[in-house]
C-alpha cells in the first residue's frame, strides 16, 4: 500500500472519519435480514463503520440486537431507523437508552420531532436526501450528515444515477459531511468521490458476501454469479398503480412480480378488485420474499436485492480482506 497514497485518502476523508469515529469513513450499507450484528461489528473490527438494519424489527429486539453488537464490538457504530416504522418514537427511545451514537434515518422525510427527539440524547444524525434542495432541508432542520444514493444501489431505488447525484449535490453541499452510495464496489470510485468533495462512500453489495455476513449460502453464491446486467430494477406497468422500484436479481419472482401487475390491472378494469384492493396486493407481493431469499435461501422466488456492483463480488472473504482491497485500491489511485 502506497504511503503517498494512503496520506492522500487520510487527508481527503479526515471529515468523513472525524464524524464517523472510524480509522477509514466506509459506511456499511444497512441491509434488512443482513446487516446483523455479525456483520456490523465485523466491519466497524475492520476500520470501516457498521450500521445495523431495523428494518420491521420492534423496540426489544432493537435493544437486544444493539446490546449483542457491542460485545462482538468496542469500535463505533449506527443504527438504520425506517421513517415510516409504526414504532418509530419507541425505536429512537431505544437508540437512546442504548447510547447509540450514530442514527441514520431511511425511506422518507423525517419529522422535526424525530429529528429533535434523536439530537436530544446527543447522537449524530444522517439522512438520505434525492436532491440538493431536500438536502439543504435536511441541514437547516438539525440533520448532521447526507447520505446521497443513487439508482444502481440494491434494494429500493430512486430515479437518478450515483455519478449525476454526486455532481449536482457535491459542489453545493459543504456544510455538513456527504457520504456517497449506490453501484461503489472498488477502491478507485470511493477516492474519485473524495477528490469531488465527499467525505466518504457507503457500499452494501460487496459486503453480502463477506465471512461474517450471516446470509444464506445461496444467496451470496447468487451474488458470485451475477454480473451488473443480472441486478434490475423492478418496472411499474400501469401508472394507476404505483410501484417503488427494487432493485435486485432477475429470478422467476422478479417475472412473477410483471405477472401479477398485469393480473390485478385485468381485474380492475373488469371491475373485479377496486384499486386500492390491488395496489394492497401489488404492494403485499414481496411481503416476505427477501426473508425468503436472505435466510431461507429461496432466491428463485425470493427477493435477491442487489446493486451494479454485484458483478464485482468474486468471493467470500473476511471483511476485513475486503475493507482492505478497497483502501488498498484507493490509494493506489491516489498515489498515480
Known sequence: MSEQGLARLDALWKRGTDFLGSKYAILGGAMTWVSERHLVAAISNA???????????????????????????????????????????????????QGVSHVVLAGGLPSGAAIAKIKGFGAKLMCFAPTATLAKKLVRSGVDAIIIEGMEAGGHIGPVSTSVLAQEILPVLRDVPVFVAGGIGRGEAIASYLEMGA???????RFVVAEECIAHENFKKAFIRANARDAIASVQIDQRFPVIPVRALRNEGTEKFMETQQAIVTRFQKGEVSQEEGQMQIEHFWGGALRRA??????????????????????????????????GQACTYLAD
Not at 59 to 75: Q, S, Y
Not at 199 to 205: I, M, N, R, V
Open 199 to 205: 467525505s466518504g462512500a457507503q457500499l452494501g453489495t
Open 294 to 327: 436472505v435466510v431461507d435461501g429461496d432466491v428463485e422466488t425470493g427477493s435477491v436485492m442487489a446493486g451494479q456492483s454485484v458483478g464485482m463480488v468474486k468471493k467470500i472473504e473476511p471483511t476485513a480482506m475486503i475493507i482492505d482491497e478497497l483502501v
Open 47 to 97: 476500520g470501516g463503520f457498521g450500521v445495523i438494519a431495523c428494518g420491521g424489527m420492534g423496540p426489544e429486539l432493537l435493544a437486544a440486537e444493539i446490546e449483542a453488537t457491542r460485545t462482538l464490538t468496542d469500535k463505533p457504530f449506527g443504527v438504520n431507523l425506517i421513517t415510516l416504522h409504526p414504532d418509530l418514537d419507541a425505536l429512537i427511545d431505544v437508540c437512546g437508552e
